[in-house]
């Protein structure tokens, strides 16, 4: 019998506490999926996932009568949620699929490890484990979690057909967890449904897109993308490879997708944000990286005026991108930091109640005044406080009247 080498998780009460409700001690539930792999690897376990041969009505009423807190999350797919101690488990009854359209399956109910796992994506995926740290292993997923080999349970193109966006999946674990070559076989099935990508939700490829985008191995995994014309069922033209892996590299540990996703995409922003269904925070920060155009310039004074028109957006980020598409920001990015570190952005000291109360009359004149100090305020590096920008107005508006 094998046996997970990171267990510390197992000993935490609430675990310790939830299993021994709903498994009673007759291997009646399983830790199941990537908390399984995480622990053979020896990493954090974040997410815990439980799989169950009671049926969710019966997991409801073992968790309830323990006063444990249970919302029915996914009951139509036979899942609940179960919440103790800021710890949010997802407990699934073992099931099997009648049938898949790529999009949505409909399931019934088992008792079988082995048609559980069956269903699942990848071998990685389909391993159970109880509670004192033993691994179950119905399709050999073990070995493929020891190899860093990401393949289909069973026949890849079923699998794909079942759900479409394991495609992308796919690639996204073989960023995360792949070491050996890719398996020839999956890619193949994901290259052979790629068009059937388009059939998905936007939300649902955003979710896999963009963590394909933030893992480590991102480059080898867009790579392999690109090369098979998975990318480019979903966004046209080509991907910038070359300038994505100059951007990760200026990044550093400070990775944002919308910023890897503008250097990456050479489709129009507009197309990009309707087929991710992008919110309008990220369409607008999309837009600002992909769209905004700004001079080289290494003056401090034009760099902090550049700061102030951009407070509401990222120029760090917007020079991270420019620098990864064209060198000749470095020394201008390198300042930007500089001053980043060292000042603050100020705010405007005057409001247009500011000007009435000098007796300038409301209009769109107030609206016209303020632009006009504003800019002489600018142009002065932001030394001048309220009083003078006052004083300025008086000057040249209310004494002048």
């Given amino acids: 019998m094998r046996v997970a080498s990171n267990r510390d ?8 506490s939830l299993i021994q409700i709903i498994d009673a001690g007759n291997n009646q539930s399983r830790f199941v999926g990537g908390c399984v792999r995480d622990s053979i690897l020896g990493r954090p376990v974040l997410d815990i996932d439980i799989a169950t041969r009671h049926s969710p009505d019966k997991i409801i009423q073992l968790l309830s009568s323990s006063n444990i807190i249970v919302r029915p999350t996914g009951i139509k797919h036979g899942t609940v949620s179960a919440f103790l101690d800021d710890q949010v488990f997802e407990i699934t009854s073992l099931r099997r699929d ?5 999009r949505h399956a409909e399931i019934a109910f088992t008792d079988s490890w082995a ?40 026949d890849a193109s079923r699998r794909i057909q079942e759900d479409f966006l ?80 100059r951007l990760v590299f200026l990044e550093g540990a400070d990775s944002d997708p919308i910023r890897r996703l503008a250097i990456l995409l050479t489709t129009p922003t507009e197309k990009v944000i309707e087929t991710l269904k992008l919110s309008n925070r990220m369409a607008d920060h999309l837009t600002f990286y992909c769209e905004k155009e700004i001079d080289v310039s290494e003056e401090p004074k034009e760099i902090k005026r550049l700061f102030y028109e951009m407070r509401k957006m990222d120029l760090l980020g917007l ?38 109360r000098l007796g300038i009359k409301p209009g769109i004149e107030v609206g016209d005044i303020l632009m006009k100090v504003e800019h002489w305020w600018i142009l002065s590096e932001f030394k001048y406080n309220k009083e003078d920008c006052l004083n300025w107005v008086k000057d040249h508006y209310v004494n002048e009247s």
């Fill in 98 to 102: 009648l049938k898949s359209d790529g």
């Fill in 166 to 245: 394991r495609i992308l999946r796919f690639f996204r674990f073989y960023a995360y967890f792949g070491q050996e070559q890719i398996d020839r076989d999956g890619l193949a099935a994901c290259k052979k449904f790629a068009g059937e990508l388009k059939a998905l939700s936007g939300e649902r490829i955003q979710s896999e897109l963009f963590k394909i985008i933030l893992s480590t191995n991102a480059f080898t995994a867009l790579n392999k993308m690109s090369e098979n014309k998975i990318m480019s069922k979903i966004f046209p033209g080509r991907l910038r490879m070359s300038e994505f892996s």
């Fill in 319 to 356: 020079l991270l991108i420019k620098t990864a598409l064209n060198p000749k920001y470095k020394n201008m990015r390198d300042m930007a930091n500089t001053i980043a570190l060292n000042w603050s952005v100020p705010t405007f000291p005057l409001r247009g109640v500011d000007l009435l």
């Fill in 9 to 16: 998780w197992l000993n935490k009460a609430s675990v310790k």
């Fill in 115 to 154: 048609e559980d796992a069956a269903r699942r994506d990848f071998t990685m995926n389909a391993l159970f484990m109880d509670k004192h740290g033993n691994i179950f292993d119905p399709v050999g997923g073990y070995k493929d979690v020891i190899r860093g080999r990401v393949c289909f349970v069973g």
